[in-house]
């Protein structure tokens, strides 16, 4: 059980979730349950006749907001792959990650996670490529690239490394421009 600032951080969140959990007017039906590193806490909650999940997020200020000077920045799920999408209904999954990111950034995600099928990649890429082809969106596969690159570090997905690399140095050639 977390001690000290990290259960006043879980109580805090406990809070925000019952405050949550009024203010939309549904009961909580089952204990909640805390996400990664405590960034959110979620619960099933219940109406008179539906049972849906309700998940609060926090997120640091400084984090939370763009940078006004070199990008646009847009509100992001922030964690787009094909295990945060359902079919045949497209439902996104997984908001644990939302906030904002440079525009494009979920685009570039899939795109980025698609890379070792290149049929799926370029159809994700042409379908986006109104974002992906800005400024922005070279910004943002950049992003999403560092990000799944830090997962390889980590030692998940290794053979991922090369063709990220890849695209990376093509990017980073296209914004010097």
């Known amino acids: 059980m977390p001690t000290g600032a990290d259960e006043a951080h879980r ?3 406990r809070g925000h979730l ?3 959990a009024a203010w939309l007017g549904v009961n909580m039906a089952a204990e909640p349950v805390y996400g990664w590193h405590d960034r959110t806490i979620g619960t099933a909650v219940t109406t008179a006749d539906t049972t849906r999940w ?9 984090w939370a907001h763009g940078d006004p ?3 646009t920045w847009s509100t992001a799920h922030g964690d787009l792959h094909w295990g945060n999408l359902t079919h045949p209904d497209c439902w996104l999954l997984d908001w644990e990650g939302w906030g904002t990111a440079p525009s494009g950034y979920d685009a570039a995600s899939l795109y980025c996670a698609s890379i070792m099928q290149p049929d799926i990649a370029a159809r994700v890429y042409v379908t986006f490529a109104d974002l992906l082809d800005t400024r922005d969106g070279v910004v943002a596969q950049l992003a999403a690239a560092a990000r799944l690159l830090r997962h390889v570090d980590l030692g998940e997905h290794a053979d991922v490394a090369g063709p990220l690399h890849r695209h990376a140095r093509r990017l980073v050639t ?3 421009r």
Request: proline fraction near 0%; aromatic fraction near 4%.
């Open 18 to 20: 019952d405050h949550a």
């Open 174 to 176: 296209v914004l010097e």
């Open 69 to 71: 000077h070199t990008l």
């Open 54 to 62: 309700l998940r609060v997020v926090s997120e640091h200020r400084q």
């Open 11 to 13: 109580d805090w969140l």
